[in-house]
């Protein structure tokens, strides 16, 4: 089955023939950090090793480099430090280009010894760039292939794990059709740390498209596209009502309702409004 995947805003992205969600370039990128290593650094002859790994550890003197980035992919260049010094004065009024043939590029960000010092923390949604916040706003969003006008949205938030905890930056999606919450979905929220968490919600993101384009979307098939069942709001709101002598329901009676007012679909709303949401499970 023949599945595209289409964006309903943000950088339409390039995949794998034989995998809609496994996504392997794309043609505009961002260049949200720039910086040299250079032999003396602490961690360089770590950060250097995938260099030596492939046989483009050649520049004695170190490297210039160049961390690019997309809604859901990464490459990092490596290129000499007089090619990145010029870039970075030609690149004042941010116009400047470059010239990747004189380096070479690797697909992602790397990590691990060295580079996790080296690297700081950089979120899609940056307040500098005019967003909310730091680590705060949608990142891309999808067209439900089944449902008209539902979206799989990629958002980062700010959230707790649990309610006791501090709040933290995180990524994650929301399925407008089926309003299922990650965070009772084992594994699709995770800590925003990076380009790489925002790839792994956006892969989830487009799984989930997979999924309903396959199975549609439903209760009980295969579908990971899966409405919460009323049913449950109604008894909590008749539990409530008859121990709290209420005579009204204490909750959304059904479960668009309550992903509108208490669930991701009332974050949604005020990131696009431009408001900055309440932290997640206070």
Request: hydrophobic share 35%; net charge negative.
């Amino acid at each position: 089955m023949s599945i595209t995947i289409e964006n309903t805003y943000g950088t339409a992205h390039n995949v794998s023939p034989n995998n809609p969600t496994h996504v392997t370039s794309c043609d505009r990128y961002r260049l949200p950090l720039v910086g040299t290593i250079a032999p003396g650094n602490p961690g360089y002859e770590d950060m250097v090793e995938i260099l030596k790994e492939n046989g483009h550890d050649t520049r004695p003197e170190g490297y210039g480099l160049i961390f690019l980035e997309s809604e859901e992919f990464s490459a990092t260049y490596f290129g000499s430090i007089e090619q990145i010094e010029q870039y970075k004065r030609e690149n004042v009024d941010g116009t400047a280009t470059f010239d990747a043939s004189q380096g070479v590029m690797y697909a992602q960000w790397p990590h691990g010894k060295g580079w996790d010092d080296f690297l700081p923390r950089i979120f899609w949604n940056m307040k500098a760039r005019g967003a909310i916040e730091d680590g705060v706003g949608l990142v891309t969003a999808f067209a439900h292939p089944v449902t008209p006008g539902a979206e799989v949205i990629v958002y980062e938030f700010e959230g707790r794990w649990l309610p006791d905890q501090d709040p933290i930056h995180m990524v994650t999606y929301h399925c407008t059709a089926c309003h299922l919450d990650t965070f009772h979905n084992g594994g699709h929220v995770h800590e925003n740390t990076g380009p790489h968490d925002r790839r792994w919600a956006a892969r989830q993101a487009r799984q989930h498209i997979v999924s309903a384009a396959k199975h549609g979307v439903n209760r009980d098939g295969q579908s990971s596209c899966r409405p919460a069942d009323p049913a449950m709001l109604r008894t909590v709101n008749a539990v409530a009502k008859d121990k709290l002598g209420l005579s009204h329901n204490p909750l959304p009676n059904t479960d668009d309702a309550y992903c509108a007012t208490k669930g991701p679909c009332s974050i949604i709303r005020e990131l696009r409004a431009g408001v900055r949401p309440a932290v997640y499970r206070t």
